[in-house]
C-alpha cells in the first residue's frame, strides 16, 4: 500500500472547486488517496458526492476513501473507510468491509498508537502533528517527536496529519511518515493540481534522497 500523499476532501474549502474537481486536479497531482470527509453531510449526500468522486477518478490508481461513514463506504463500493477514537469500532468496520478494504483509525496518542491491531486496521492517521484551523477542536498538537515515537510503535504504516505543507513534508517522513495528508494545502487553493504536486515531488525527492 502506497498512500504516498493523502488529500482529504473538505466541502467548506472546496467552495472554489467542487469537490470532485478537486479530486482530480489532487490526482493528477500525484495523490495515491482521496478521502470523502464531510461531517454534515447525510448519508444519501455522501453516497451521491462518493459516487461522482468514484466516477470521476476511474481508470486511476487513487484509493477512494470515506471518513466515519461505514453504510455511505459500502454504498460507494470505496476502497475504504476512515475511523476516529470515537467513530464505529475498528472490529465493527472490518467485519462490516471484509478482508479486501482498507481501514483506517485516527490516533492521538502513544497509548492508541501501540495498541493497534494489525490484523484489522491497514494504517493509522496521527493528528494533529502540529496545529491546525482546518479542525478547531482538535487534540494537542504531537509534534516531530511524537510523531516519531507513536510511528516506532505502530504495526502498520502511518499516515501523518495536522499543519501539513510541502514545506514541512519532507521532516514529517523522516520522523516516521509513510505518507503525507493534507486538507487545505490542496483543498481551496487557485491550482489544487499544481498544489498536490509541489508536495508530491517533495515525498518523491525525500524518498530517493533518504539514506539506504
Known amino acids: 500500500m502506497d498512500l504516498s500523499l493523502y488529500v482529504v476532501l473538505d466541502p467548506g474549502l472546496c467552495r472554489r472547486m467542487s469537490m470532485v474537481e478537486t479530486a482530480v486536479a489532487a490526482v493528477a497531482g500525484g495523490a495515491g488517496a482521496i478521502q470523502l470527509r464531510d461531517k454534515t453531510a447525510t448519508t444519501a449526500q455522501l453516497v451521491q458526492a462518493g459516487r461522482a468522486i468514484r466516477h470521476a477518478l476511474a481508470g486511476s490508481s487513487a484509493r477512494l476513501i470515506i471518513n466515519d461513514n461505514i453504510e455511505a463506504a459500502l454504498a460507494i463500493d ?68 511524537g510523531l516519531r515515537l507513536m510511528a516506532a510503535v505502530s504495526p502498520v504504516p502511518c499516515v501523518a496529519i495536522g499543519g501539513l505543507t510541502a514545506q514541512n513534508a519532507a521532516l ?37 534522497d533518504r539514506p539506504s
Open 78 to 145: 470505496a476502497d475504504g473507510l476512515h475511523v476516529g477514537q470515537r467513530d464505529l469500532p475498528v472490529r465493527t468496520a472490518r467485519e462490516a468491509l471484509g478482508p479486501g478494504k482498507l481501514l483506517g483509525l485516527s490516533v492521538e496518542s502513544l497509548a492508541q498508537a501501540a495498541s493497534v491491531e494489525s490484523s484489522v486496521v491497514d494504517y493509522i492517521g496521527i493528528s494533529p502533528v502540529f496545529a491546525t484551523s482546518t479542525k478547531p477542536d482538535h487534540a494537542p498538537p504531537v509534534g516531530l517527536a
Open 172 to 208: 514529517v517522513m523522516a520522523h516516521g511518515a509513510a505518507s503525507v495528508a493534507v486538507v487545505s494545502a490542496v483543498c481551496g487553493q487557485p491550482e489544487p493540481e499544481a498544489a498536490a504536486r509541489e508536495i508530491f515531488d517533495v515525498i518523491h525527492r525525500w524518498r530517493q
